[in-house]
Structure formats: C-alpha cells, structure tokens
C-alpha cells in the first residue's frame, strides 16, 4: 500500500490508508483506546489515530513521544474538535522507538534551547513551518526569475576575489599553518593547494557580470560567508544570497525587478504557505500578515539618499546614531523612514560615493553614485543594488581610490575593454527574507544550520 502524506488527508474522503511519521503525543483513555497525535513534516496539521490497545498491545510500549511508526488504517470524519478527519487504527508498526528522555516532550520550548540540539529542532511545530516557508520562498525564486528568461548560474564558492573590498573573508588552505612555507619570511602561497591565496566568497556578483555580459540575464542563488565578529540577530557568517545580474538594466530598471520580485515572493508565500503562515501570524508577530499585505498593495516609495537624509534630520525622534550626509543608514533610519514617515516599503537611491563599493557607476559630478537600497517596514534593508560601472578607465580609478590593486581585478577589467554593455544588478540576504517572512526574532532560527562566530555545531 503506498504512503500518503498528512497534507492530502486533511480534508480526503473516507477509505484505507498508510500513514508514516513521527508521534508528537500520545494520550491513553480508560476505554481502552490511545489516540496518537502524528506528524510526518509535510504539513503544520497532525492527524489522530485512534488505536485500540488490543489491536496494537504488542508494540504498545515502543509508541512513546518521538517514535517513528506506519500506521495503516481507515480514514473517517473525527467526532473531536480541532480536526475534521481521524484514522482509525487497523495496524502499527514501530521502526524506531524513543526513550523517555526524549528532549521535545508537550510544552513549549525555548529557541535558545532549541538551537542546542538542531538536530530534532525540525520536528517542532515552528521550525517544520519555518522551513516549509523556507522552501516556498527558495521555489519561488527559482519561478521568478525563469519565467522572465533569467539563465540560473551556480558561482564559484571559493574564489581569489574580494567583491566589497571589505577583507573581512575566510581564508581557504591546507597548508599547516603551524609551519607554513615561507620565502623571505613571508608564507608562501604558491604552495598552497590553489596555488594562490584563496577565500570563501562573499558575493558571486562579479562572476556573475561576466556571463551578464554574455547571456544578458542571470541569477545566482548559493552560499556565501563573512568573517565578521558579529553577535546578533541579523548576522550569520554563511547564509544564501540572490544577485540578478542584468545587461542593459539601469538604475530604473533595476529598481523596478527589485519591487516586483519582493511584491512576488510575499503573494506567492501567503498563497501558498496559508496554514503557516497563520501560525506566524498568530503566535510569533501579530502583524505579519498585515504588513505583507500592505507591501503587496502598495507602490514602493522612491526616494535619494539627500532626502532620506533630509527627513531624518527633521525628525523629532532621538536616534542612536548621528543622522549627517556622508554616513551610512542605520537599521533605525530604514525602519523610521518605512514605518513612521511613508508607512510602506521604500526605495533610497543615489548614496554617497564614499560608502558604496568600487563597483558602482557615479554620477554626474562624482558626488553618488547611482545604488539603491530596498527598505521594508519591520525590517529596514532587504535589498541592495547599483548600476555597475561600465567605462573602463572609470572603474580603474575607482579601484585605486578605494586602494584596490587592479591586478587582482584584471579579468573583471576587461569586461570593460572588450564589448562593454551598461548593465546593473541587484543582491537580496535569502535568510533576512525568511526572518521577515515568518517573524522570527534571531535569524539563526530560519537556517538549518546557523553558523556564527564560535559557533559551528552539527
């Protein structure tokens, strides 16, 4: 008989079925019946199997909280509340019975403890949600960007290149460290395993713009990391990134992609993650749904960065950071802008040449450049974008200026030598997305795994 997944059998006619999955409680009557609550992770819903002790008795102490069991049965309208459709218990079969010390046992579980054992976190109520949330928004990505004619690229993970010019990135070696070759006293890493000194990316942008300027539209969606000592709740040091990379974009356009991409995901999530995304609603953020809805509905307010700037210094607000032209927007600016003074989603373009990488095109005069930043209500930045320097002798000085060696750029110079074309693109954070989306306060928990400084388990 072939296995049927809870989802399909909420609302499904009565006749014989298999399920199998995991006991989330078991409940025991004087009548002579136990009543399972059963889950097998493709849905939020459990479904209920009723099974007589004489039916089951001779597996009856191995079905305890965490066990993993088949059961095969009559599916039937429930007389309880909360469930339209029960099964009937006709056999069970146990494949791994669990111990009474089992760590998810019926009461609610803080995320700090759950993050200690990441390995059975995904059999909660919120974290199975979480990442069928997780994997909607990963498919509709994928649906996105294929029915407008974007060609999927996968982008190297460890790479020679530094895209933000930051340096905060992981080092790539096998060499021992211990003792490294050296020559005139300085490692020597023509020996290493590539020859040269290698990182872990943290962007596949500039890969990325080659094949722009080959298939027109791109997108890469992987892995990237940053070395960043940064303890919060916004930062992890490897999560998955979304960078379009577009021939022929302007800033513009650019901007547009990016709010019909959000505007897309968050309708495409709330049709068809409804069940989770109203347990979100209801016991993580009350005003999800309402938000999301509110971004759907509305055109994104477009704004410079002078007038962003301009808003803030008339605020009556108090900051924590000092709000002057030159310096960058904080999480408390973005939201306050968003929340507060539009009350909607928002789009700040034109920043300051000195803040932005060495990518990006200026603008008349050299002041700007011509970036923008997607800004959300309850989040700030979820996006962030530039139209790229397309003149060669531009982008060389721009690399000196910001103390670059072009040396190390060479290949990504002669994108500009031979047949350059204006193009633009755009990065979206795929796990700050998910956090926005389900509400959940430390990014940590909308990742499998999270990896953050001094933190590498499972």
């Known amino acids: 008989m072939t296995r049927t997944k809870i989802k399909d059998l909420i609302h499904g006619e009565e006749r014989e079925v298999l399920v199998k999955g995991w006991v989330k409680t078991r409940r025991d009557s004087k009548g002579g019946f136990s009543f399972l609550q059963i889950n097998d992770g493709s849905c939020f819903a459990d479904i209920q199997v009723v099974a007589e002790h004489s039916r089951y008795a001779s597996v009856e102490k191995q079905v305890t909280t965490g066990s993993c069991v088949s059961v095969r049965g009559k599916l039937v309208a429930s007389e309880g509340k909360g469930q339209s459709r029960e099964i009937q218990a006709a056999e069970i079969h146990v494949y791994g019975s669990s111990p009474v010390d089992y760590p998810l046992q019926k009461k609610r579980h803080s995320f700090e403890f759950l993050r200690e054992i990441a390995h059975l976190r995904p059999r909660t109520n919120t974290f199975g949600a979480v990442m069928r949330v997780r994997n909607r928004l990963a498919f509709s990505i994928h649906r996105f960007f294929q029915a407008r004619g974007f060609i999927y690229l996968n982008t190297p993970i460890v790479t020679t290149s ?49 094949y722009a300027m080959a298939l027109a539209e791109i997108y890469t969606f992987g892995p990237t990391f940053r070395a960043e000592n940064s303890n919060t709740s916004r930062h992890l040091s490897e999560f998955w990134m979304v960078e379009p990379e577009m021939a022929f974009y302007d800033l513009d356009e650019d901007m547009d992609l990016a709010e019909k991409f959000i505007k897309f995901l968050l309708s495409d999530v709330m049709e068809h993650c409804a069940e989770d995304m109203e347990f979100f609603n209801t016991r993580i953020d009350t005003t999800i749904l309402a ?3 509110n971004i759907i509905d509305n055109q994104f307010e477009r704004l410079t960065y002078t007038d962003a700037i301009h808003q803030l210094q008339k605020s009556p607000e108090a900051f924590t950071y000092p709000v002057e032209w030159g310096s960058a927007l904080q999480a408390e600016h973005e939201r306050y802008l968003s929340e507060k003074v539009f009350k909607k989603p928002i789009i700040v373009f034109n920043y300051p040449e000195p803040i932005k990488p060495f990518y990006m095109k200026l603008n008349d005069g050299g002041e700007t450049v011509l970036a923008m930043d997607v800004l959300l209500p309850n989040l700030g930045e979820i996006i962030g974008g530039s139209q790229r320097e397309e003149n060669y002798e531009m982008l060389l000085q721009r690399m000196r200026d910001k103390n670059l060696n072009p040396e190390e750029y060479w290949w990504y110079l002669d994108l500009r030598k031979f047949g ?34 001094k933190h590498a388990k499972f």
């Open 162 to 210: 530094d895209c933000e010019g930051a340096g905060k990135m992981f080092q790539v070696t096998t060499m021992d460290m211990s003792n490294p070759p050296r020559v005139n006293g300085e490692i020597d890493f023509s020996r290493d395993f590539f020859g040269e000194k290698t990182f872990l990316t943290v962007s596949g942008q500039l890969e990325g713009e080659i």
């Open 291 to 293: 938000t999301m809805k």
């Open 420 to 453: 350059s074309a204006p193009h633009s693109g755009f990065g979206l954070g795929f796990e700050r997305l998910v956090q926005f989306v389900t509400g959940m306060g430390n990014i940590r928990d909308v990742i499998p795994f999270p990896r953050t400084p």
